[in-house]
């Protein structure tokens, strides 16, 4: 039986995402991205196509490193400016039933005890549907502007994550007993105290001896996304993850990078089925290949370079302004994201990439690869990356929005759906059970799991 695939739309709080340029093209409306209603008409697009998710990017910084400034970032809007993605999620979750929401937030500069209760807040406004894209952040830009005189290396920031998201599971899931809450409108007593307990967490990086200040949301603790592909990254990822978001630029890269992820998972004591692995792709459908090509080549046209290694130069840490066009690039020493280096250079010993053609290759869609043709030719392509590689879905990414995401609801989702290969409907309940079909909150072997059971009773 083929497996079934899953879909996140992939967006962002900005004018300029992925495809550098592309809010010039006439039929875009990403300079809409302060307006609510533009994102509550996209959250019903994808509702509307049984879409799983709306993965949502953020970064806290600006992509500096090109020429060393961001003039070239503010120029294409190369994800400058760029807004809060938390605030949006309540009114799109308003206007639908089922869509899930993964929302990337950054443990490198926001206290666990505030952050916590944001996210509780955001599972109780929308019903359990949402999640957590655990990011370190890559941008020195980000650290200096809250303070710090650089930022921590990539080891260290995985560290600090580590005791980050244990002060987060503590507040989640062993403050407030089960029963905790009882509303009790005969007794005056909302809350019983002996059921709500301090956490009394005292570690390297941070002291929080209180209770969380939320009452128990549907998930207790959101879905956990975490985005990286480094040796460091696919630890932490193993130990805590439930969907992990990668971006290889081809198959071979992309079957390494789940086999590994697999095995690290397994080594970590869970289940393989406890993770689902996503690959970030752009995929350019129309009702023919020829109009699928001659809409890349119209793409092509408002695309920009220069932006696409701003973005890359932030990415990788390297600035490509250095770089000829036709210069390869090799591995480099980076506390950016490592990952982004190694998909580049050393990954397939079979390819190498000058500065010209990565330029090119991001210039629309990012570091992730482009999927081009009629919804067949596509469908047959998706096929063949999951049986090859093994991956369990896709982090759709946008051209021209929302023109991209209503190809692939309209035009993509049932042709898959006639294979067998997408869900003709939603499962009832929260985000977690969408994704796999048990529960609302997370299960051993999660370590998550055996915090709950040891809390006090």
């Not at 998930?219 to 978001?245: D, H, K, L, M």
């Not at 840490?317 to 480099?332: A, H």
Request: charged content about 20%; some cysteine; proline content about 5%.
């Amino acid at each position: 039986m083929p497996k079934h695939i899953r879909l996140n739309a992939f967006s962002m709080n900005t004018v300029g995402h992925l495809s550098p340029g592309q809010w010039r093209h006439p039929r875009d409306q990403s300079t809409r991205y302060t307006d609510i209603h533009y994102w509550i008409e996209l959250a019903k697009t994808l509702e509307r196509g049984k879409i799983d998710g709306l993965f949502i990017a953020d970064v806290l910084g600006v992509y500096d490193v090109y020429q060393g400034s961001a003039d070239e970032a503010l120029r294409s809007a190369a994800q400058v400016p760029v807004n809060d993605p938390l605030q949006l999620v309540p009114a799109m979750a308003a206007a639908t039933r089922h869509l899930g929401f993964g929302v990337t937030a950054s443990v490198s500069f926001e206290h666990p005890y505030p952050f916590a209760r944001r996210m509780s807040t955001l599972d109780h406004l929308t019903s359990g549907r949402a999640g957590w894209n655990i990011v370190t952040s890559y941008l020195s830009s980000g650290a200096r502007n809250l303070g710090h005189a650089r930022q921590l290396s990539h080891d260290q920031r995985y560290a600090l994550a580590e005791e980050y998201l244990q002060v987060c599971y503590k507040l989640w899931e062993a403050s407030w007993e089960e029963g905790a809450v009882q509303a009790d409108r005969a007794s005056g007593v909302y809350a019983d105290p002996r059921k709500v307990h301090g956490i009394d967490h005292q570690g390297e990086f941070f002291t929080v001896p209180g209770f969380h200040l939320s009452e128990p949301s549907p998930q207790r603790t959101p879905v956990i996304y975490q985005a990286g592909a480094s040796s460091r990254g696919r630890a932490f990822a193993a130990a805590n993850a439930e969907c992990v978001f990668v971006a290889a630029p081809s198959k071979v890269v992309l079957k390494q990078q789940v086999a590994q992820l697999r095995a690290a998972v397994l080594a970590a004591g869970r289940k393989a089925d406890q993770v689902l692995v996503f690959e970030q792709l752009t995929v350019i459908v129309a009702a023919t290949d020829a109009e699928a090509l001659e809409r890349l080549r119209e793409y092509r046209e408002y695309a920009s370079a220069s932006g696409a290694l701003a973005l890359m130069s932030g990415w990788t840490g390297i600035d490509f302004g250095e770089y000829t066009p036709q210069q390869v690039l090799r591995e480099v020493p980076s506390d950016a994201i490592q990952s982004a280096v190694e998909a580049f250079t050393r990954a397939d010993p079979h390819r190498t990439w000058t500065t010209a053609e990565i330029a090119d290759y991001c210039a629309i869609g990012g570091d992730g690869p482009i999927l081009v043709g009629s919804a067949k030719t596509v469908a047959d392509q998706l096929q063949e990356w999951v049986e090859e590689t093994d991956v369990d879905g896709f982090n759709l990414a946008s051209v021209v929005a929302p023109e991209t995401f209503e190809a692939v609801v309209d035009l993509l989702v049932p042709e898959l759906q006639a294979r067998g290969l997408f869900k003709h409907e939603y499962e009832e309940g929260t985000l977690r059970h969408k994704l796999f079909g048990q529960g609302d909150r997370l299960t051993a072997p999660h370590p998550v799991a055996a915090m709950r059971k040891g809390a006090r009773q």
